[in-house]
């Protein structure tokens, strides 16, 4: 007899995971923050300090 037991391996409602991304500048991990959740891929920097530390990448 074998039983097919599948584990549904979805991480669905693990709402303990929060997406995270090491700053362009001094490499430190940042957490996903609320505030960051409609610009979260264009946040490079943890704080204000890097971002003024980062070099300036020309004419946008
Ligand atoms: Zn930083």
């Known amino acids: 007899m074998s039983k097919s037991q599948s584990k549904p391996q979805s991480f669905k409602g693990n709402k303990s995971y929060l997406p995270t991304k ?14 960051w959740a409609k610009n979260w891929d264009e946040v ?4 204000d300090a890097c971002r003024k530390a ?7």
């Not at 490079?44 to 704080?47: A, I, N, P, T």
């Not at 980062?54 to 946008?60: I, R, V, Y």
């Open 22 to 35: 090491p700053c362009a500048v001094c490499g430190k991990d940042m957490a996903w923050r609320r505030s």
């Open 44 to 47: 490079k920097y943890c704080s």
């Open 54 to 60: 980062a070099p300036k990448t020309g004419s946008k």
